[in-house]
């Protein structure tokens, strides 16, 4: 016999990848099948096989049937589903393959465990390849072989109970391809006999039984189930008897779920004679979430296969009191043992509301209701409610806003849901109250929720009316009704909060209006959200139904009339100039705000309504009535402007702790910003500059603030308490404390402790009690004193960095006024002041970010007259850069230098066109100007090129070269002389010399070549003059025994060289060129060099030389 051809194709059949292995079987089978013929006579023995078939079916036949036995990587799998597809093509006799089966896994002697397990594995393979090719099906299958093939698997499952569930799952198999047969019925019969001989032991022969009773023509089998009545496991009064089979039958594989869960549930959905989908659940729930661990587990595993199944309107049948709560239960902790569990559990609850929105509804009412919890999300440290809120539907969300309603007004809709609350406890009926205020306030917070301005708008009319209000009789409307009992001052606070909150997420949203989008934070009518809420409260006022839930004070009350009068004239001008409109509207907001403030916190807006009024008034004269016009010159003189007094309070806005006033400080100067003068500088940095910690915070905040900071940081909770006392034990003996003791020890020092009657007792253990009291009032104080302390520092920080974001808005609008030079010097100088310190280090990285995004990065610049302190900035900025050893400090100082460069060098060049002088003057206000920066610029390479311990980075002109050419070739020249030997230049610093020259050269304009020509032609003389100097004294040693320069500096010097010739040879003639270079001298000195014996052997350094002398 010859040797088969198709041996490649059996290795991949074990990828563990199953593509891969699919793909193997395929190729196989397909060169198989081109070998394969018709027999001509019945395939008795395997003699006969081989004689009728090709060498290579042959082997193949063979060698699948081994591999079965194999557990290597994913064998088992890849051959049986080979084997499959071969016996499909062969159609030989089912008792001539179970023969040849059992002689390759033939179980001889003893066998070790893992011997064992792959004979039956291979048995199994086998009958299910068989049943699975269609075999069962033919008319060469007989009665013999389905009991042949029946009795091996009952024998199997008997024997190795781990093999159970395979075994029916086979059998299950070798059931439903059977049906094929003319002899279905005999062979379903003996199929069933077997498997069901002993009835229902396990959930495995539940598992069968299910799955016969659903294919089509089976024989009955009530006379082996005699025990459960109608000979029907699924009918309803079996119910008891089924589920006790299936929570006390043993499952091997819990990670997934067992199929007799699926069958079943696949069968109850489809009948309706069985037991009903609720009525399995039901029980399901009650049994397992009632038992061990591993039951729970399979329970959350049945809810999902089922909530995979079920319809919209069926998913509150799923959500009863024993599953919700073990799932919060599970929830609670990481450490407990269904964690993981529980949280995939809820991961696809909002899965399965993101594929089906309609389903979103009820499942949040069944989270939220009456098994669940009102506060699901926060006791189960989750965002499940949240997420699951965000797949509502426009009409979901109004039904759920209406049963939020519905709870508000009615708190026993939850209160008999939840046994721990007691309605008569009025704290209680306020937490529920407030939780539905929280959920429709979630609406508004969460970004992924699709808004609609009507239920928006619903939801901010509700929490004005039950948070700014207080309903004396009910309307029609079903917001304006009547609480009882009424909410308590506290619940309103909370609810006022909520709306001032939403504020933060309302301005962010736009809606559309006759096809056009309204600008964010307005409505389709064109009016802010904050308008809209200030007008809804305004209307609420004059409602006689409903009354201020705080009352409010004259003071207030004539602030907020004027407010509100200010605000409508403003609407009023808005329509009519449209030049000031943005201004207009700025102030329209602040006032709108403070306004609705005054009404949640009435002492700290009130005067703000006067300075507000005051600053639009002086900024809008015309709007101010007669008698009001004239002021005297020196009174205005006296008083700040507008733009300045604004930004103090804006600044003091960004002191508070609520969210919308920072917001608004923002805002509101974005407007104004472009106005700014020196003195809002001067407000900037009174608070960049003040101190941290509690002396910092003196000088910035008000006195109340300070009250309200040392009132909420010296509260401490009975947990700090205790580890407090806990840390006793290891401090150091208080001796204060011990002479204390020791004195109320010697009040009793004549008298024994055991004669003591119990008055005298109690006396020393008050006594004792006093002393350790107060020791711990002392601790607590100390303890509280730097919780006070450094909580105030981070105060102190977060308020400074909120100023630097109002910079950031400074700089955008102003980036082309001279006022932005104003800002730099003190704001380079706090950036070097908090260098290095760790404190500080927050501060200072914004700082720097400030100025790289806004100064350094900026393509405009500041149209300036004078560059007096434009070149002042420019000197303090490379003292500063002497300073500094680390590199990102350094890039900083040098993104500022080149702004403020390029500034003095845009002003020199309008000098020049200047019309008022002559042209005389202008060159020499340009010459000026520019040579005062280039000398400030020369006097700091000098220090970089010759000064040992000078901290100057080469990036500070290294930048320059890049970004302002101008300037770096008014310095060329001087760049060049230092690099000369007599000035005696550092090593490093030669090498970045001439990398700098190099890009100043790089980035000249190719336009202005031809004009400079006899400029460049000195500069190049004398680079080449320093480069033969360097090359010249390289080989040499000094006095320590040291050369002149190292390789790696020499090799970098000869490369920037190179470049340089090659940037200028087009320029000039050969002859010029060689004498411009002199080009004898150069080569000779060169090939001095490169001959030397330090260098002959470097091949770059060979290669270098080599490229430069080819030049000349």
């Not at 003068?677 to 008000?702: I, R």
């Not at 040392?710 to 947990?719: A, V």
């Amino acid at each position: 016999m010859s040797e088969p051809t198709t041996l490649s194709e059996y290795w991949d059949l074990a990828a563990i990848d199953p593509e891969k292995r699919n793909n193997a079987a395929l190729s196989l089978i397909n060169k198989l099948a081109a070998l394969h013929t018709e027999y001509t006579t019945e395939i008795k023995t395997v003699q006969d096989f081989q004689a009728q078939s090709a060498p290579d079916i042959s082997y193949a036949l063979k060698r699948l049937l081994r591999g079965l036995s194999s557990s290597r990587d994913g064998a088992r799998q890849g051959f049986a589903v080979a084997l499959t597809e071969l016996l499909r093509l062969l159609k030989l006799p089912t008792v001539f393959i179970l023969e040849l089966l059992f002689e390759i896994s033939e179980k001889n002697g003893t066998k070790t465990g893992q011997e064992e397990r792959e004979f039956y594995f291979a048995r199994l393979f086998g009958y299910q390849a068989i049943a699975q090719s269609g075999m069962l099906g033919s008319e060469l299958t007989t009665e013999a072989d389905i009991q042949t093939i029946t009795g091996s698997i009952v024998k199997i499952s008997k024997t190795k109970d781990y093999l159970r569930d395979v075994c029916a799952q086979i059998m299950i198999t070798v059931l439903e391809n059977c049906q094929a047969s003319h002899l279905k019925k005999e062979f379903s019969q003996i199929i069933l006999n077997s498997f069901l001989k002993d009835g229902i032991v396990d959930s495995d022969d539940v598992w069968f039984a299910v799955e016969a009773s659903r294919i089509e023509g089976i024989p009955s089998f009530e006379n082996l189930l005699s025990d459960w009545k109608k000979g029907n496991v699924l009918y309803p009064k079996n119910k008891a008897k089924l589920l006790d089979v299936l929570k006390n039958s043993t499952y091997h594989n819990t990670a997934i779920l067992h199929p007799v869960f699926t069958s079943i549930i696949s069968a109850i959905s489809e009948s309706s004679t069985t037991i009903s989908l609720f009525e399995f659940w039901s029980a399901i729930e009650e049994s397992f979430f009632n038992s061990s661990h591993e039951r729970k587990f399979i329970g959350f595993q049945i809810f999902l296969e089922i909530l995979s199944r079920i319809t919209t309107d069926k998913v509150p049948v799923l959500f009863t009191q024993n599953f919700l709560r073990c799932l919060i239960n599970s929830l609670s902790s990481k450490e407990t043992f269904l964690f993981k569990q529980a949280r995939h559990t809820t991961s696809q609850l909002c899965e399965f509301a993101s594929k089906n929105p309609a389903a979103a509804l009820p499942l949040v009412m069944q989270l939220l209701g009456k098994h669940g919890h009102f506060k699901f999300d926060q006791i189960t440290k989750t965002k499940t409610v949240e997420t699951i809120l965000s797949e509502l539907t426009t009409e979901g969300i109004e039904s759920f806003l209406e049963y939020l309603t519905k709870v508000f007004f009615d708190p026993t809709l939850l209160s008999n849901r939840l046994v721990f609350l007691d309605i008569s406890t009025e704290g209680d009926l306020n937490n529920i109250r407030l939780w539905a205020v929280e959920q429709m306030y979630l609406f508004i917070r969460t970004g992924k929720i699709h808004k609609e301005e009507k239920w928006i708008t619903y939801i901010v009319k509700f929490m004005i009316t039950h948070g700014f209000f207080v309903v004396l009789k009910s309307e029609k409307d079903e917001i304006i009704k009547k609480v009882e009992p009424e909410l308590s001052p506290a619940c309103q606070a909370s609810i006022r909060e909520k709306v001032l909150s939403s504020l933060v997420y309302l301005k962010t949203i736009s809606f559309k209006a006759d096809g056009n989008s309204a600008q964010p934070g307005h409505l389709a009518n064109g009016n802010t959200w904050v308008f809209t809420i200030l007008e809804i409260v305004e209307k609420m006022k004059k409602n006689k139904n409903l009354k201020l839930a705080v009352p409010l004070e004259e003071e207030a009350k004539n602030a907020v009339e004027a407010a509100w009068t200010s605000i409508q004239n403003i609407s009023s001008q808005m329509k009519v100039k449209d030049d000031v409109k943005n201004e207009l509207a700025g102030f329209k907001l602040l006032l709108t705000h403070t306004a609705l403030n005054i009404h949640h916190i009435q002492d700290e807006s009130v005067d703000l309504v006067k300075e507000i009024q005051d600053c639009y008034n002086l900024m809008y004269p015309q709007s101010v009535k007669g008698q009001n016009k004239k002021r005297k010159q020196e009174d205005t003189e006296e008083e700040l402007a507008p733009v300045e007094v604004l930004t103090d309070i804006l600044i003091s806005f960004l002191a508070k702790s609520s969210a919308v006033q920072r917001g608004l400080a923002s805002d509101v100067f974005k407007i104004f910003a472009g106005n700014a003068t020196e003195k809002v500088v001067e407000l900037f940095f009174d608070v960049l500059t003040a101190k941290a910690g509690v002396q910092g915070a003196e000088e910035l905040f008000e006195d109340e603030m300070l009250e309200d900071l040392e009132g909420e940081e010296s509260e401490e909770s009975e947990e700090e308490d205790a580890e407090l006392e806990e840390g006793d034990d290891q401090e150091p003996v208080d001796e204060e404390l011990k002479k204390k003791i020791q004195e109320a020890l010697e009040m009793e020092n004549d008298v024994e402790m055991e004669d003591l009657d119990d008055e005298d007792m109690a006396a020393f253990d008050s006594k004792l009690a006093e002393i350790f009291s107060q020791r711990k009032e002392m601790k607590n104080v100390k303890k509280g004193n730097f919780r006070f302390n450094s909580e105030t520092k981070e105060n102190v920080l977060h308020f400074k960095l909120r100023v630097l974001d109002l910079m950031d808005i400074f700089f955008k609008a102003n980036i082309q006024r001279p006022i932005v030079l104003t800002a730099i010097p003190p704001l380079i100088k706090l950036y070097s002041e908090t260098s290095g310190s760790e404190e500080n280090k927050v501060l200072h990285n914004k700082i720097g970010t400030l100025l790289q995004t806004r100064l350094s990065n900026s393509k405009e610049l500041p149209e300036i007259s004078d560059c007096a302190l434009a070149l002042e900035i420019l000197a303090d900025v490379h003292k500063l850069s002497a300073k500094v050893a680390d590199l990102k400090t350094a890039s900083v100082y040098s993104g500022i230098a080149i702004f403020v460069t390029k500034t003095i060098t845009r002003a020199s060049a309008k000098e020049e066109t200047a019309p008022a002088k002559s042209k005389k003057q202008k060159t020499e206000t340009k010459k000026s100007n520019i040579r005062k920066a280039a000398e400030i610029y020369e006097h700091s390479f000098t220090q970089f090129m010759t000064a040992k311990n000078s901290k100057i980075r080469h990036v500070l002109f290294a930048d320059l070269a890049q970004r302002c050419n101008s300037m770096a070739w008014e310095i060329l020249p001087h760049m060049i002389e230092s690099t000369l030997q007599k000035n005696k230049p550092i090593s490093f610093s030669l090498v970045k010399a001439y990398e700098i020259i190099v890009a100043t050269f790089k980035n000249l304009n190719s336009e202005l070549e031809v004009s400079l020509k006899s400029d460049i032609a000195k500069l190049l003389s004398k680079l080449s003059q320093g480069v033969v100097e360097v090359i010249e004294k390289a080989p040499t040693v000094n006095e320590g025994g040291v050369y002149g320069l190292p390789k790696d500096r020499i090799k970098a010097t000869l490369k920037s060289f190179a470049a340089v010739v090659r940037r200028f040879k087009k320029l000039y003639e050969p002859a010029e060129y060689a004498k411009i270079f002199d080009s004898e001298k150069l080569k000779s000195s060169i090939q001095k060099f490169a001959d030397h014996e330090r260098y002959q052997k470097v091949a770059s350094l060979k290669g270098l030389t080599a490229q430069i002398l080819q030049l000349f």
